[in-house]
């Protein structure tokens, strides 16, 4: 159903950090710099179709008791606006990347879901309640990076009903929920149009997509594999829409 694209395409990763110089080896993995967090870094990334976007970040900022730091995009597409993982902000703390999204999850369910839904029931009048629950952020990953650690990422749930022709007994339950797993698979170099690294980390995401419309339950799987390289960020991004690369970077 189209149901199920609907948060599909909201799940597909693409996240990005790197430099047009061939950069350094990393002789230890340390806290400091692990995740580039200086205001003024950038980062240019290109696809398989020449298709280029540039991610910087531009200030930093505190919200319920935590400092964040603010992502800035540009020539993003509007199917881009969905990912999950090009975040408005994003914050470093204890040994773990965070990506605050939970707000912009439930906001784009609550406006899109019910459009989707319609669609589904075209010629019925339809009312849709809906009630999502999801961790307020992302967790990117956590470091020191090694291979075969894993980690729970991300969890929303959606519950709620339709209504057809605005008859409580013509009332169908709704629920779906969206599961992303994290886990290290491999360590090794890694050759890129930015330069070659002598560290980098293969992080392999699966997204479980679970959908009850109807008695009947669905369960779709996505995955997608970047590679991360530590002090610079991610240099690859592999997924079924192609790959996508570093081309550039800049750090104050």
Same mark, same amino acid.
């Given at each position: 159903?189209?149901?199920?694209?609907?948060?599909?395409?909201?799940?597909?990763?693409?996240?990005?950090?790197?430099?047009?110089?061939?950069?350094?080896?990393?002789?230890?993995?340390?806290?400091?710099?692990?995740?580039?967090?200086?205001?003024?870094?950038?980062?240019?990334?290109?696809?398989?179709?020449?298709?280029?976007?540039?991610?910087?970040?531009?200030?930093?900022?505190?919200?319920?008791?935590?400092?964040?730091?603010?992502?800035?995009?540009?020539?993003?597409?509007?199917?881009?606006?969905?990912?999950?993982?090009?975040?408005?902000?994003?914050?470093?703390?204890?040994?773990?990347?965070?990506?605050?999204?939970?707000?912009?999850?439930?906001?784009?369910?609550?406006?899109?879901?019910?459009?989707?839904?319609?669609?589904?029931?075209?010629?019925?009048?339809?009312?849709?309640?809906?009630?999502?629950?999801?961790?307020?952020?992302?967790?990117?990953?956590?470091?020191?990076?090694?291979?075969?650690?894993?980690?729970?990422?991300?969890?929303?749930?959606?519950?709620?009903?339709?209504?057809?022709?605005?008859?409580?007994?013509?009332?169908?339950?709704?629920?779906?929920?969206?599961?992303?797993?994290?886990?290290?698979?491999?360590?090794?170099?890694?050759?890129?149009?930015?330069?070659?690294?002598?560290?980098?980390?293969?992080?392999?995401?699966?997204?479980?997509?679970?959908?009850?419309?109807?008695?009947?339950?669905?369960?779709?799987?996505?995955?997608? #594999?970047?590679?991360?390289?530590?002090?610079?960020?991610?240099?690859?991004?592999?997924?079924?829409?192609?790959? #996508?690369?570093?081309?550039?970077?800049?750090?104050?």
């Amino acid at each position: 159903m189209r149901l199920i694209s609907l948060i599909l395409c909201a799940v597909f990763i693409l996240f990005g950090c790197g430099s047009d110089e061939t950069p350094a080896p990393i002789e230890e993995q340390t806290p400091a710099n692990y995740f580039p967090d200086a205001v003024g870094s950038s980062w240019v990334y290109q696809n398989d179709s020449g298709y280029e976007w540039t991610r910087e970040i531009t200030t930093g900022y505190s919200a319920d008791g935590s400092d964040y730091q603010r992502f800035t995009y540009t020539q993003l597409r509007p199917d881009d606006t969905l990912d999950y993982l090009k975040p408005d902000a994003f914050r470093v703390a204890e040994n773990r990347v965070f990506f605050p999204i939970g707000e912009k999850v439930d906001r784009y369910v609550q406006d899109e879901l019910p459009i989707l839904v319609q669609d589904e029931f075209a010629g019925l009048e339809l009312d849709t309640a809906l009630e999502t629950t999801s961790h307020p952020e992302f967790v990117f990953f956590e470091f020191p990076l090694s291979p075969n650690v894993e980690w729970d990422a991300f969890n929303t749930k959606v519950n709620g009903s339709l209504i057809l022709q605005n008859l409580v007994l013509l009332q169908i339950p709704l629920e779906a929920q969206v599961s992303i797993k994290g886990k290290v698979v491999a360590e090794s170099p890694l050759e890129t149009p930015v330069g070659s690294f002598e560290q980098t980390y293969q992080i392999e995401y699966e997204i479980e997509f679970t959908h009850t419309l109807f008695p009947e339950a669905e369960v779709v799987q996505q995955r997608q #594999t970047i590679w991360f390289a530590p002090h610079v960020g991610i240099v690859k991004i592999e997924n079924e829409n192609g790959v #996508t690369e570093l081309v550039a970077y800049t750090f104050p």
